[in-house]
C-alpha cells in the first residue's frame, strides 16, 4: 500500500529562505573584506551561518531526508551560479563597456576558491544535520539549544577545516591559514548562539503550524540521496 505524502505548509518557505541566504553569502558577502573594532574578516562570515540556522530548522522539524534534500537544492544551486558567473566572465565585453575589470575583481572567484568552497558547504551542512538528528534522537527531543548550537560546533568545524587550506594553501602561510580559520570559526559559531532565541521561536511556530516534529529514528543517514 502507497503511503500518502504529507504536505507541509511552510516547507517550501524554509527551503528558499535557505538557498537564498547561501547564494547571497557565496555572490555578494565573499568578495568583501570587512574590519570592525580592528579586525578585519570577510563579510561574508556574518551571513553565512543563517544557513546553518535553516538547516537546524529543517532537520528539527521536517526530519533528516527533507533536510538533505534542501542541502542537494543548495549544492546545486551554488554550482550553477558558480558556473554562470565563471561563464559570464568569459563571455568577450563590448567595446563600450569598460568594466570587465571590475567585474572579475569583484565577482571571478578563482576556480580553486569556488571547489573548495562547494566541496566545504556540502561536508559541513551534512555534519551539521546528522549530528542535530541523533541529538534529537539521544535527547528525547530535550535540550533544542544543546543540538543547534552542538552541530553547528561540528558542522561550522568541518567546513571551515575544508574551506580555508583547500582554497589558500601555498598562497597564505600556514600561520594566516590557522588565524583565518580559527577566527572566522568563531564569529560563525557566535552567530548561531546569538540567535538561539529566534531559532526556537521559529522551531517552535513550524512544529504547531505543521503538526509536525519528526524523529530520525530509523532513517538512512546516507547523503548520497534525495528520497524522503
Not at 539521544?138 to 553547528?152: D, E, F, H, P, V
Request: glycine fraction near 8%.
Amino acid at each position: 500500500m502507497q503511503v500518502e505524502k504529507r504536505h507541509y505548509k511552510y516547507f517550501d518557505l524554509v527551503m528558499a529562505g535557505f538557498v537564498i541566504v547561501l547564494l547571497c553569502s557565496a555572490l555578494i558577502g565573499v568578495p568583501k573584506r570587512s574590519i570592525l573594532f580592528g579586525y578585519e574578516f570577510g563579510a561574508a562570515v556574518i551571513f553565512f551561518p543563517f544557513s546553518y540556522i535553516f538547516g537546524d530548522v529543517l532537520t528539527e522539524v521536517y526530519g533528516y531526508a527533507r533536510a538533505r534534500r534542501v542541502v542537494w537544492a543548495g549544492f546545486g544551486g551554488l554550482f550553477f551560479a558558480t558556473l554562470m558567473v565563471t561563464a559570464v566572465g568569459a563571455i568577450p565585453p563590448s567595446p563600450t563597456w569598460h568594466d570587465q575589470a571590475a567585474y572579475e575583481k569583484i565577482l571571478g572567484s578563482t576556480p580553486r576558491i569556488a571547489l573548495a568552497s562547494l566541496v566545504a558547504y556540502w561536508a559541513g551542512e551534512f555534519a551539521n544535520s546528522f549530528v542535530l538528528a541523533r541529538m534529537k534522537v539521544a535527547t528525547a527531543g530535550r535540550l533544542l539549544w544543546a543540538r543547534t548550537i552542538g552541530s553547528t560546533i561540528l558542522g561550522q568545524a568541518v567546513d571551515s577545516l575544508i574551506f580555508y587550506p583547500a582554497a589558500f594553501a601555498g598562497v597564505w602561510t600556514a600561520q594566516e591559514i590557522q588565524n583565518v580559520t580559527i577566527s572566522n570559526y568563531l564569529i560563525k559559531v557566535g552567530v548561531e548562539v546569538l540567535f538561539t532565541p529566534l531559532t526556537y521561536v521559529i522551531v517552535g511556530f513550524l512544529k504547531r503550524k505543521e503538526n509536525e516534529d519528526y524523529y530520525d529514528r530509523d532513517t538512512n543517514f546516507t547523503p548520497f540521496s534525495l528520497q524522503e
